[in-house]
């Protein structure tokens, strides 16, 4: 059993189209997170959520808007999608906020076009 | 402002040679320390991690790393790589907060 998944793992998209990633943990945690790992492969923190609660807002744009359903679920919804916005997201779980260990999913490489 | 940092942006070993990436941190107080390797096209899966207590610590695939806190340091070594070593790596610290990431050191290996 995966335990944090993440779909798709694979995106490709237009400039200005609107997309979702989804993610998933089956690990019990309260804590998820959205990671982006840019060209470079610098990966940062973008959101944090603890029980369904925003806890962490990096200076994302409001293009970006993470909903959590549920605690096991995180999703990011990304509005007029642009160039820049080409990386890797990276969903990850702990059991709480700055526990001593994150899991994180594959990965979903996001390339727009 | 909580860092971390990895002079090392490739390094090239040859098969078999030891390995040694850098990695040094600037946290208020001892984070929480990992390593993390990425290979091509892949997720991100944890070698090891440092809390407390013993300062060498064993991980995965033979990967071992020393907390030293007077060099605020977390190197991570392996005594003889295989070809299927090469990847990203990626030291990460935590404080109560989420993970930090160096900015990744790449590794590749020749025969």
């Known amino acids: 059993d995966t335990a944090v998944s993440q779909t798709p793992k694979y995106l490709v998209t237009q400039m200005g189209n609107d997309k979702s990633i989804k993610c998933e943990q089956n690990?019990?945690?309260?804590?998820m997170y959205w990671y982006k790992q840019d060209s470079k492969k610098f990966l940062k923190i973008m959101f944090s959520?603890?029980?369904?609660?925003?806890?962490i807002n990096e200076t994302v744009p409001n293009r970006f808007s993470p909903k959590s359903p549920d605690k096991a679920h995180l999703n990011l919804h990304i509005n007029s999608l642009e160039l820049g916005d080409s990386a890797v997201y990276f969903c990850?779980?702990?059991?709480?906020?700055?526990?001593?260990?994150?899991?994180f999913g594959q990965g979903t490489r996001l390339t727009v076009v | 402002a909580q860092s971390v940092t990895q002079p090392d942006i490739h390094i090239t070993v040859s098969e078999g040679a030891s390995l040694e990436l850098r990695c040094n941190y600037s946290?208020?107080?001892?984070?929480?320390l990992f390593w993390y390797v990425q290979s091509p096209g892949q997720g991100l899966q944890l070698l090891l991690k440092?809390?407390?207590?013993?300062?060498l610590v064993q991980g995965i695939k033979g990967f071992e790393a020393e907390f030293k806190r007077s060099q605020s340091s977390f190197n991570l070594r392996k005594p003889s790589v295989h070809w299927s070593d090469a990847a990203e790596y990626f030291c990460?610290?935590?404080?109560?907060?989420?993970?930090?990431f160096g900015k990744g050191t790449r590794l590749s290996v020749i025969a």
């Open positions: 990460a610290a935590s404080g109560n907060t989420p993970l930090v």
């Open positions: 440092y809390f407390s207590g013993d300062t």
């Open positions: 946290y208020g107080a001892t984070p929480y």
């Open positions: 990850a779980s702990s059991r709480w906020t700055g526990d001593t260990e994150a899991f």
């Open positions: 959520y603890n029980n369904k609660e925003l806890i």
């Open positions: 690990l019990g945690h309260d804590t």
